[in-house]
């Protein structure tokens, strides 16, 4: 089993700037690639960003340019640098790591609340 714990959502204004962290109890050979996700009131979970274990990222297009996922290895750590926020990008954001098995596997963290607002 692996807990994900995220943590730096919280309220921001519009045009502004969040980090967040996805701190993982341990890394496992069947984890293939860290992502997030995020959901907003009455919306379907979507995929935000990923980052494989060589590397290679991914970005959603409605948030391409304004975002960068990077790890740690070392701290069994990703982060979500999150820059122009708008108010659309309001959700919950969760943390995912993607077993090789397929998304019935996945391990998901808690959430954390980002809100921007002025």
């Known amino acids: 089993q692996v807990q994900l714990v995220e943590s730096g959502g919280g309220l921001v204004q519009p045009g502004g700037s969040l980090r967040l962290s996805c701190a993982a109890s341990r890394m496992i050979g069947s984890i293939i690639a860290m992502g997030w996700y995020r959901q907003a009131p009455g919306k379907q979970r979507e995929l935000v960003a990923a980052i494989t274990n060589g590397g290679s990222t991914h970005y959603a297009d409605s948030m391409k340019g304004r975002l960068t996922i990077s790890r740690d290895n070392a701290k069994n750590t990703v982060y979500l640098q999150m820059n122009s926020l708008k108010p659309e990008d309001t959700a919950v954001y969760y943390c995912?790591?993607?077993?090789?098995?397929?998304?019935?596997?996945?391990?998901w963290g808690q959430g954390t609340q980002v809100t921007v607002s002025s």
């Open positions: 995912n790591a993607r077993h090789m098995g397929g998304p019935r596997f996945d391990f």
